[in-house]
């Protein structure tokens, strides 16, 4: 199997004044919405969206986007609309939509219907993904009960699953929803469906989740390589545990990247973009991080309780450049500095999928698109063969497109070609 | 001073009863002043979402004035476990009238007349079940009851708070309400901290069911069922749930009075316990 690399976009707001951290509570769940200006996101959503087209021109293996609400650092509450858009701007990189929170569709149906539309629009690129969601999305923004959560996302899995695979119109009878008539229409390319993954935060549940159903398993972090090293430690030690194939294409990582000319070049140009997400966007309440009864007991056990230490509710304020670098958060510097590191730490974690964050917090377009298309052609070349063909029969959790599908540009060019519409026989 | 340095020796006796539904429920029982008798009244009280503390000076004083009192131990705030078998309001209510089955308190006969009462979370559950079976019950008290949402008067989000912020708005005295909350225990050390997560998320994700993220499962287009004469007990200065709801309660509810106790937050049975008794004796006695 080949390494896959998904550019993706949180799609941050730019604009969270200096004094962010001090004035204001939290950018996520009450964020102040006198700090929206409508008329900026026309130009922030299309500079975004020409990035994620951008990255396919690049040759990055996927384009990416995910669902927030209510969220200062993602303008994205429906991904879904994005993707649309890009599925008709673009003809060869996967769209991964990591992803849906199925608990918060009502009906979840609604997922496997427009993920379906996503497939046969996009000519079967589609790469799913199924969040639990966060606490701030799910709990405090879309008011799901947080000790039932989980209970209705596995049944909105089973729904959609059920809606994908089974040809029949059938009834549903679940605690969270009822449907008398379930009959997916349209039905995905994507045979029997799109590959699923499942982003992760760390609730060890998700991992046996992944590997029963045998979905890749993503862990989006913005802590880095260095920290997420002993989370996924832990998956792989469950997956060898479940007697489950090694192939690193079970398991992505989020990292954020930065590539320019020389390292000192790097720190010039992207030093203050990644304070700015660091120490704007990561501002969140605490207090709305961990509703009793989201995580389960097994995962409280299982001791990730660090976060909940006043000593570390300042971690990201007292964190430099240097920090950032050094501590793995951030991967920066010239292609060989980035070409090292990444091969570190995708043998590390082992993973199979890389969600490369080439634009973070405040970043400008131009400085977005020279990192990409250095990363594109000076570093990802050499790190897609990392895993050489050991794996090759194991299965790749990536989308199988149809060889002939549509190319939007080359169907919207045919279309303004047309010399004049024809005109039937007139009275 | 804390809660647990300052617990009597228990004034009760625990007993352990399985209900139909197969949820495993210990519940203190309170004989009243003198001995066991037959004919005493019994009030069936639930707890908030704090669950019994070791010593519960209301529920001493009741069984101090001559009632029996009975009190469950909800699911997820027992070591039993057994929450994931309750779900939603019906289901908590319905928990409640299968301990009163198990307890013997629904037998009629020669048993005396049974009363219930709710503090918070516990109030919200009481009126509930008398609302699915006034006629069960003789009278009921209700201490500062979640279950109503006013928009002029928004409740806060206590499933938002840091545990500091917890005193503040639960206490009229926010220095005593540390106190009780945190029962002196030390958050540095590793294993309390997990005991205390673990916990938190057990009860209060429990409490969340009911209570998250409006506690409201419209329980007043159900209230013109309670005809019981019920009591409402408020403390001045509950920021939590404002004397407010106490007036929207007694709109609501076809014979409630009220009751305004001065010096009490939402903790109102901690901060003003002789006050509470006095009041409920009066109102179950009368």
Redesign the interface.
């Known amino acids: 199997m080949t390494v896959k690399f998904c550019w993706f976009n949180l799609m941050p707001w730019p604009d969270l004044p200096d004094d962010f951290k001090t004035e204001h509570r939290s950018v996520w ?1 009450d964020i102040d919405g006198s700090l929206f200006d409508p008329e900026r996101a026309n130009g922030v959503y299309h500079e975004y969206m020409d990035q994620l087209e951008f990255a396919d021109e690049l040759g990055y293996d996927g384009i990416g986007v995910n669902e927030h609400h209510q969220n200062g650092y993602g303008i994205m509450p429906s991904p879904n609309i994005i993707a649309a858009g890009l599925a008709r701007r673009t003809s060869q990189a996967a769209i991964c939509v990591i992803g849906n929170s199925i608990a918060l569709y009502n009906p979840p149906h609604r997922v496997a219907e427009e993920f379906a539309m996503l497939d046969c629009l996009s000519g079967g690129r589609l790469v799913a993904g199924f969040p639990v969601g966060t606490p701030m999305d799910t ?2 923004t879309y ?1 799901q ?4 959560t989980r209970e209705k996302y596995y049944e909105a899995h089973d729904l959609i699953m059920e809606a994908w695979t089974n040809p029949d119109v059938f009834a549903f009878d679940g ?1 969270y929803t009822q449907l008398r008539y379930v009959n997916c229409w349209p039905k995905p390319i994507q045979q029997p469906h799109p590959p699923i993954y499942i982003p992760g935060g760390g609730s060890i549940e998700t991992w046996d989740f992944c590997l029963e159903n045998d979905y890749n398993y993503s862990y989006l972090s913005f802590n880095g390589y260095l920290a997420g090293q002993t989370l996924m430690d832990g998956y792989w030690n469950r997956v060898g545990e479940l007697d489950k194939s090694m192939t690193p294409g079970r398991a992505g990582f989020a990292q954020i990247i930065c590539t320019a000319a020389t390292d000192a070049e790097a720190e010039e140009l992207y030093s203050e973009h990644m304070l700015y997400f660091f120490n704007r966007c990561l501002h969140v ?4 991080a961990d ?7 097994k995962t ?2 299982a ?1 990730k ?1 660090d976060q ?1 230490r006043k000593e570390n509710q300042a971690l990201f304020k007292r964190l430099t450049w240097k920090d950032l670098v050094e501590g793995g958060y951030v991967i920066a510097g010239s292609p060989d500095t980035v070409r090292e590191r990444m091969e570190d730490m995708i043998k590390r974690l082992r993973v199979g999928t890389v969600f490369c964050l080439l634009h973070m917090g405040n970043m400008p377009d131009w400085k977005t698109r020279y990192s990409s298309q250095l990363f594109a052609e000076k570093v990802m070349p050499g790190l897609r063969g990392i895993w050489g063909d050991e794996f090759a029969d194991a299965g790749d959790w990536w989308c199988k497109p149809m060889d002939d599908r549509v190319r939007p540009e080359d169907t919207m060019a045919d279309a303004r070609r047309y010399p004049e519409a024809p005109r039937g026989p007139v009275a | 001073m804390s809660a647990t340095e300052t617990a009597p020796a228990p004034a009760f006796e625990e007993v352990v009863v399985t209900t139909r539904r197969g949820v495993t429920a210990p519940v203190r029982v309170y004989e009243p002043a003198g001995g066991a008798s037959a004919g005493a009244a019994t009030v069936l009280a639930l707890h908030g979402a704090g669950g019994w503390l070791p010593g519960e000076p209301v529920l001493d004083g009741l069984a101090a004035a001559g009632l029996r009192v009975v009190a469950p131990v909800w699911p997820a705030w027992s070591e039993h476990g057994d ?1 994931d078998r309750l ?1 939603d309001m019906q289901d908590f209510a319905l928990h409640g009238w299968d301990v009163a089955t198990e307890m013997g308190l629904l037998q009629g006969g020669g048993a005396g007349e049974l009363h219930l009462m709710g503090h918070s979370m516990g109030g919200m559950i009481a009126a509930e079940m008398a609302a699915l079976a006034p006629q069960s019950a003789a009278r009921m008290a209700l201490l500062c009851p979640a279950g109503m949402w006013l928009g002029d008067h928004p409740i806060p989000d206590i ?4 545990p500091y ?1 917890l005193a503040e708005v639960l206490f009229a005295d926010p220095d005593v309400g540390e106190e009780v909350l945190t029962g002196g225990a030390d958050f540095s050390d ?1 294993e309390t ?2 005991r205390f ?2 916990a ?10 009911i209570l ?3 506690p409201n499962r419209r329980f007043s287009e159900r209230a013109y069922r309670v005809t019981l004469p019920t009591l409402l007990v408020w403390g001045r200065q509950d920021r939590l749930i404002p004397p407010a709801y106490a007036d929207a309660w007694q709109a609501a509810l076809p014979d409630a009075t009220v009751e305004l106790v001065d010096g009490a937050g939402h903790m109102l049975p901690y901060e003003q316990s002789a006050a509470v008794v006095a009041a409920v004796t009066s109102h179950l006695t009368s």
Request: glycine share 12%.
């Open positions: 769940v709990n405090f008011g009960i947080p000790a039932l605690k309440f605490p207090g709305f509703p009793p009864g989201y995580r389960t007991v409280i056990q001791g309780l909940f | 929450e779900s499933f938002a708070m840091l912020q590793n901290l997990t997560m673990v938190r998320a057990r009860q209060q994700g429990m409490a969340g069911k998250f993220p409006i």
